[in-house]
């Protein structure tokens, strides 16, 4: 008897234990399909089409008469309306839940940009917070309630594939951009709202791989804010190749005008163009870089055996681009852009102008170069690199502070810095929302030209001592292995070679003496790749005179 009482008190337990089981199971799977409900309703806000319509009122838009969600709109989103889901009551299984919503409205305003409920001049809310609910009664308990809150971006419904005619949104992602330290990285004012454009590193990036050699830098557009605007990657390569067929069409990127977001944009197209189609040459050495598999076979570059192809990446992808195009060659003492080495009375106000001036020079050539080449075919016979900057001697000379004069056995950095130029497509011109005329070469914002400011210094070919006049004297097929280790002035020069170890451009003062500083360019390939590939090139010199005391 005793042992039937223990198991009678243990069988009592246990269905005691079974029935809150299924009470809690029962309770966990309708708070389960309670918190589905508000995510599907919260997404169904997520999903209008336009962000305004031509509706006077907010219409009933889950009624039988919509035939479509096209009239889905971020004007909609209200409490208790918006989207496909009304707020009414839903039944799964044997439990109904009323679904309902409530919205506030958020502006930004003021200089800090706080988010509040005070309506601002916007036609509509930057930003809506919509808390939902879903409420039931159930058999054991009433009152049940899960909520959930979400914050619905005005965001551009041009991104949704429904949309054919949208209505101007919030903006896209912002992504911060850190400006780059002069004197290696110069940034250039591109217009009167202070959006500035620059080369991501102090130097490009090189490195040799059997007979190829590969160039990257990147060039970023970036506002007031330090956002990035717009940003450019580039590959140009050199490849050695051999064979000949012919190709008759081309995978090409090139720039030209959206006049939906009034910018500039890179496509990809196909072009009919005969070209030698050639293969990869390795000569039984290292192998080269894999671009030079595109680069060998769409590349019109041509320099003997070898081909020069600029790349750049659309959508992710390295697309050939037209060969480059220089404007402008500069040889300029770094000590102009920022007094790191000390100059006497050199300070961060007049680095500031000094950057200024090359800026403004920037600007003017560009201008120039766009109103005296109005087409692309005048543009392409352009054959002027422009080398004046480092002429203009008030420039250098700024109070006491001469940036071509160095005290004996002081060292400096030259550097020499180039300008690129693509022709842009004619659609800059165009005018905007409001606006009468259209653009000159004048008055065009610069951030719808296709210009690159690059520092060129270990790509330019040096005189390594002064007292040879001229580059056939001293260089040849190959730069010199300089170390500047005489008791002459002198500019290093050291041979790019596979393991990437070289310098160039660094002045040692030796000797108290008057000394021309020469640079050159080889303008084949507009100065982006090595000099002893191809040493049957053109040259572009620029020259500096500097005086050690």
Known sequence: MIAVLVLSVGILAVSKLQGTLLKSGSDANERSTAANLVQRKADDLRRFIHITTSESTVPDIWSDTITSPLSVAYKHIATNKGGLIANNSITVG?????????????????????????????????????????????????????????IIEAYKPSSTALDTNPTTGGTGPVIPYDPQQQPDVVP????????????????PDLSKKGFSTLVKFETVSYNTSLDTVRREEFQTLVCRCSGSSTNDTQIYAITTWDDTDEKIIDITTTRTQ????????DGGG????????????????????????????????????????MIAFNVIPATYFNDADGKTGMTSTLQGDNIELYSNYTVSLIRNVLATNTNAAAYDSYTTVDNTFINNTSLFTNDTIHHTSFDEN??????????????????????????????????????????????????????????HSTFASTYTSQ?????????????????????????????????????????????????????????????????VDLTVN
């Open 94 to 150: 044997n439990i109904e839940y009323d679904l309902a919503w409530t919205v506030k409205d958020y502006y930004y305003s003021g200089t800090d940009t706080k988010a509040t409920t005070t309506p601002s001049a916007a036609s509509y809310p930057d930003f809506k917070m919509a808390h939902i609910t879903a409420s039931w009664d159930s058999a054991s308990s009433t009152n049940n309630v899960v909520s959930f809150d979400t």
């Open 188 to 203: 250039i004012t591109l217009n009167v709202d202070g959006t500035k454009k620059e080369t991501t590193k102090p130097l």
């Open 274 to 281: 005969h070209i030698a189609k050639r293969t990869v040459d």
């Open 286 to 325: 290292e192998s080269q870089s894999s671009l030079c598999f595109t680069c060998c076979e769409d590349g019109d570059e041509l320099s003997g055996d070898f081909k020069v192809c600029r790349t750049k990446r659309v959508d992710g992808v390295l697309r050939m681009f037209d060969p480059w195009k």
């Open 410 to 467: 002081f060292g400096e950095t030259i550097q020499a810095r180039a300008i690129y130029m693509d022709f842009p497509p004619l659609g800059i011109y165009t005018k905007i929302d409001n606006q009468t005329t259209l653009y000159t070469a004048a008055t065009v914002p610069l951030d719808r030209i296709p210009f690159y400011e690059v520092n060129m210094t270990e790509l330019a070919g040096w005189v390594p001592n002064p007292s």
């Open 479 to 543: 730069h010199t292995d300089s170390a500047c280790s005489s008791t002459e002035n002198c500019v290093t020069d050291e041979l790019l070679n596979n393991a990437g170890a070289y310098s160039r451009g660094e002045f040692n003062a030796k000797d108290a003496a008057s000394v021309t500083v020469k640079s050159n360019i080889f303008t084949s390939s507009d100065g982006v790749i090595d000099r002893d590939i191809t040493p049957e090139n053109d040259v572009t010199e620029s020259s």
